[in-house]
């Protein structure tokens, strides 16, 4: 069974500060791991993906996650909050084989202050 | 845009009623994929087709059915509508079943009332 928590249901920042939101991944087998984020009332957007090539992995918008293989974690990092980061913010699992299903974590409600 | 079109935005209907949702895969994406999104839920996988063909399936009630048609086109198909099936129900799609990003469509938001 795969699944994905994450720490923290909400993080607030102040913009221009660091953002840092926490993922750990439970997977019998090598997994895909994502970032999604999501605007209010908008659909799913791709941040980034790691699929077994480089342990860091760059994302859009500055973002960027770190593949921990002996920690089992994926945590999601950008140097500097912009006040259009707030979202909500999903770590996402995905096992190797023919079944892609997505298991999603609880999410992340990212706020940024001014 | 992701490419992923979904219809309607917005559904409102009352229990005991049946809707279907549609969803037009990216140009070319084989794969398509049901997730629902509710408060107490989360996001949670409903069902898989590749290429007309069911391929997995979640925590898909059996009031629920989809299926996808011959131009790739799914429809996800709710009857005995109950209060709790209010949720935003989004479509995905990929362009094959194997390590390939899933692309989302905006969703659409169902109220049973």
């Known amino acids: 069974a795969q699944s994905v928590t994450q720490l923290d249901s909400h993080v607030s920042v102040s913009e221009g500060t660091p953002v840092l939101l926490r993922c750990n991944y439970s997977?019998?087998?090598?997994?895909?791991l994502f970032w999604y984020v999501q605007h209010p009332n908008k659909g799913l957007q791709l941040l980034l993906k790691y699929t077994s090539a480089a342990t860091l992995v760059k994302g859009i918008n500055g973002f960027e996650a770190e593949f921990k293989k002996s920690e089992t974690s994926f945590h999601l990092t950008k140097p500097s909050a912009h006040m259009s980061d707030a979202a909500e913010y999903f770590c996402?699992?995905?096992?190797?084989?023919?079944?892609?299903?997505?298991?999603f974590g609880s999410g992340t409600q990212l706020t940024v202050l001014p | 845009d992701s490419g992923v079109t979904q219809t309607p935005k917005h559904l409102i209907t009352a229990t005991g009623q049946r809707v279907t949702l549609r969803c037009s895969p990216r140009?070319?994406?084989?794969?398509v994929y049901w997730y629902q999104q509710s408060l107490d839920q989360g996001l949670q996988f409903l069902i898989q087709?590749?290429?007309?063909?069911?391929?997995a399936k979640g925590n898909i009630l059996e009031r629920f059915s989809a299926q996808q048609f011959p131009d790739l086109h799914s429809e996800l198909n709710l009857s005995s509508l109950e209060l709790g099936d209010s949720a935003l129900y989004f479509c995905?799609?990929?362009?094959?079943?194997?390590?390939?990003?899933?692309?989302f469509g905006p969703g659409t938001r169902l109220l049973v009332l």
């Open positions: 997977s019998s087998y090598s997994p895909s």
């Open positions: 140009s070319g994406d084989l794969s």
């Open positions: 087709y590749y290429n007309g063909e069911e391929r």
């Open positions: 996402v699992v995905s096992l190797s084989g023919s079944a892609r299903q997505l298991t």
């Open positions: 995905a799609s990929s362009s094959r079943d194997s390590r390939e990003t899933q692309y």
